[in-house]
C-alpha cells in the first residue's frame, strides 16, 4: 500500500454508509444498487482519484444487498482501489475493443432481479447509452428502480468525520477571504484576482480549487457563473468571487462581496438586505425545518411583497459535500426536512438595480439546536477595499 | 455583453464547426444533433463555464440539420449564452419542481425524426435517464441515432485557433516543468510538490489546473492516478507529475519524470527506452498512420517480444483538446487515420522492475509533414535533481 492511498476516513465511516444504505435497500427490496458515477464510488469506497477527469473509461460500482461492494473498473485503477477497504476488485484492460466492462458488470449483477439506478434529479449516466442497452440484452431479468431518493437521502446526513473536513476547507477558504485586502486591488484584472485568490487558497491549505466564479461590476454584476475578463477593477465595483475549493475530495461553496473605493447606496442596501435574508434563515435551520421553510425565510426578506421567485439562480442553496452541489435544494417545491448532519448552502441572491445582481452565500451544518456556521459569517454592511 | 464574456474565438470558428457538422448530418440523413455534455455545448456555442460541475441543472444543445444551435438551458445561464453567436436560447427556471426542461426540448425536437443522440465510447448522458425515457414519451416518433463517430471525428481535427490555444498551454507547463530545480526538493512531502507546482502553473500563465496526478518513490512509482501522500521525497525516488493545465477551456497533458540524488540502473533504462519508444512514434506520426501504427511502433521498442498489451493503462496516449483526454487512442485496435490538425499525445509506459512503473508523455500536433511538438521534449535521459 502506497502513502498516496492513505485511506481519507477509517474504515468505519465506510462500514457505516454500507450498513445504512442496505438497510434502506432491505426496506425498498433492493438486490444491488448500480452506480457509474464518481461521488457514489468513493462515497461506498474511500477510491480518490482526478483520473475521472478523463472520459475514456467507465467505472462500475455494485452494492450487493449483503456483503462489502464490489468494483468492477479499468486495470489503471485496479491496484489503487485495492488499497481500499473493498475486498472484490473486478477489473479488465480498458479501453477494451468491443466490451469496456460491460459482460463483467453483467455478470457481478447475474443474480439480481431489483437493481436500483440512480435515475432521477441530480442523476446522470456515466456510461455510454450503447452499453447500457447492452447491459439490459444481457439482463433480461433485471428490473431497474430510481435509486435517487434512496441515495440522496443517505448522503444528505454527514458523518462527524465529513463535517470536520467540510469545516477544514471552510475556514481554509474563509482565511483567503480574509486575505482580500492584499490581494485584490483596483487596476487589477478579473482574471489576475482570480488568479491571485487561487494561489491564496493553495497557500492556505486547499488541495485544489476546482471552482472559482465571480463578477465585478459598478454597483454589482451581470451573472455569477462567467470566467473573468480582462477589465481593469475600478472604484464603484463590487466584486464578488464564489468558491469551491476542495480538502480531500471535500468542498466549501461560498462567496464574498466587496466595492472598491465606495458602493453606491443600491449595492449597500442589497448587501444588507442579503445579509437579513441569511440571518432569517440561520433563525430557523433547525431540524423539522423544510428546504421551502428555508426558501420562504429569505425570500420573505428579499421580496416580502412576493413578487419574484429566487432571480434567475432559482433557488438559495442547497447541500454541499462531495460535490460543489449535492441535494437538497432551498427551493420553493422541495420538502426535505432539516436533520442533524445535513451542510448546506444559504445563497439568497436578487437584483440590485436594473441588470445587476448581487448573491452572498454561507455554509452552516444543520445540529440538535442552532445552526453552526462553517463559513467565517460575511460582514454586516459591504466592505469597502 | 460583459467583458467576461468575451468569445474565446471569432463567430468564423463556430461558424466553420456549424458547417463542418451540417455536412455530415446531411450524408448521415439526420434531422438534428442531441448534446447534453459541456465539451460539445461548448465546441458549438463556445459557452463557457465552470458551473457544470453542478450536477443540479440538466443543459440541452440542438443542432438542426439547417441554421444555427439552440440552447434549451436553465435560466441561471441564459445571460450569459445570449452573449454568444447563439439566437435562440430557450431558457426555464431550473431546478423545476416536475419538469427540468424536458417538454421544452421536446417542443425543439418536434419535427425532428433522426436525431443524433452520443451512446458510444467515451460518452456519457448528463441528463437524469428518467427524464431520457420521458423525452421519448413526449417523441414517439423520434429515432435516435448515434452520434458518437460524426462528433468525435469532427472534434478530433483541430483548428489553427484551437492549435494556437493548446500550443500555448503546452508552452506555459513547459515552462513549469523546467522550473523542477527550484520547485521540488528531497523532504518535501509529494503535498507540498504538488501544492508548489499547481501554484507555479497559475504564476507561468495557466488559468486552472483542474488535474494534476503523479507518484514518488524507489526507482519507480506504483500507479499514476493517486492523489499525493505525505511521504517525503527520498534520494533515489523518481518523481513523476503528469499535469492538465488549461487555458481558455483547453488542455495540455503531458507528464516529467525526475530523480533525487541517484537514479537505480533499471530506473534510467526504462526513462530511455520509453523516451526512445516516443522518438519511433514521433517519426511516423504522419497523415495516413493510425493510431494502431503509433502504439505498434512505441510497443515494438518497449516490449520487441510483444509479452505485454501496454501495460495496465490499456494505450499509449490519445487525442487532446477541450478534454483531457479525447478521441482516439493510441491503442491494438483503433484504426483512427492521422490527419493533419489532429492533437495527440504519446504516452508509452512501462514496469521498471516489480511493482514499479514508470511513464512518459508528449503533446503533439500532426502536419503535413513531420509532427510539430507542443510539448518541450523530455531531456533524453532521466534527469537527477
Known sequence: MTDAAKPDFPVSEYQTRLERTQRAMHDQGLDALLFTTEAEMRYFTGFRTLFWLSPTRPWFLVVPKTGKPIAVIPEIGAALMRTTWIDDVRSWSSPHEDDDGVSMLADTLRDCTKVGIPMGRESSLRMPLNDLARLHELLPGMEPVDATPLIQS?????????????????????????????????????????????????????EDVPYLVGGAD?????DVISPPGDKPLRAGDVLMLDTGATLRGYYCDFDRNWAFGHASDAARRAYRTLYEA????????????????????????????????????????????????????????????????????????????????????????????APVLLSERAAPELPIL
Do not use: W
Open 154 to 206: 443517505l448522503r444528505e446526513v454527514k458523518s462527524v468525520a465529513e463535517v470536520e473536513t467540510i469545516a477544514e476547507i471552510c475556514a481554509i477558504a474563509s482565511r483567503s477571504f480574509a486575505n482580500a485586502p492584499r490581494l485584490f486591488h483596483e487596476g487589477q484584472t478579473l482574471k489576475e484576482a482570480f488568479r491571485a485568490f487561487k494561489i491564496d487558497l493553495l497557500r492556505e491549505g486547499a
Open 218 to 222: 459598478q454597483g454589482g454584476y451581470a
Open 278 to 369: 441569511t440571518d432569517a434563515a440561520l433563525n430557523i435551520a433547525r431540524p423539522g425545518a423544510t428546504c421551502r421553510d428555508l426558501y420562504n425565510a429569505m425570500a420573505g426578506v428579499i421580496d416580502p411583497q412576493g413578487k419574484t421567485s429566487g432571480g434567475n439562480v432559482g433557488r438559495y442553496g442547497h447541500g454541499l459535500g462531495m460535490q460543489l452541489t449535492e441535494s437538497p435544494s432551498n427551493i420553493h417545491f422541495d420538502m426535505t426536512v432539516m436533520k442533524p448532519g445535513m451542510v448546506m448552502t444559504l445563497e439568497p441572491g436578487m437584483e440590485v438595480e436594473d441588470g445587476k445582481i448581487m448573491v452572498h452565500e454561507e455554509n452552516l451544518l444543520i445540529t440538535d439546536g
